[in-house]
Nanobody, 114 residues
Framework: QVQFVESGGGLVQPGGSLTLSCAAS????????MAWYRQASGQREFVAGI??????NYADSVKGRFTISRDNAKNTVYLQMNSLRPEDTAVYYC?????????WGQGTQVTVSS
């Protein structure tokens, strides 16, 4: 059973940077969309997404600060987060869509605090 595992979360001061990674635990084919979501409380919200030709989209709250990218050979998606704010504090989840299945990672905590 293939899983996606996030890494790179942690504690950072306001204005700092972090890079999250989400990698497949085994071989997987037919990925057409990869995205990051976050959940601070209540509903999980969309952060950024990238399709299989590299087109990206972002939530308004992170535009200009976050960058999503992917390595198709490694079945990995990244989220570069700059100029972090306390309101970015949340558990971040990767989401991967294939024709057969919708995968979610287990989440990684990001805390922005001085």
């Amino acid at each position: 059973q293939v899983q996606f595992v996030e890494s790179g979360g942690g504690l950072v001061q306001p204005g700092g940077s972090l890079t999250l990674s989400c990698a497949a635990s085994g071989s997987i084919f037919g990925i057409y969309y990869m995205a990051w979501y976050r959940q601070a409380s209540g509903q999980r919200e969309f952060v950024a997404g990238i399709n299989n030709v590299g087109s990206t989209n972002y939530a308004d709250s992170v535009k200009g600060r976050f960058t999503i990218s992917r390595d198709n050979a490694k079945n990995t998606v990244y989220l570069q987060m700059n100029s972090l704010r306390p309101e970015d504090t949340a558990v971040y989840y990767c989401n991967v869509l294939t024709a057969a299945k919708n995968y979610w990672g287990q989440g990684t905590q990001v805390t922005v605090s001085s």
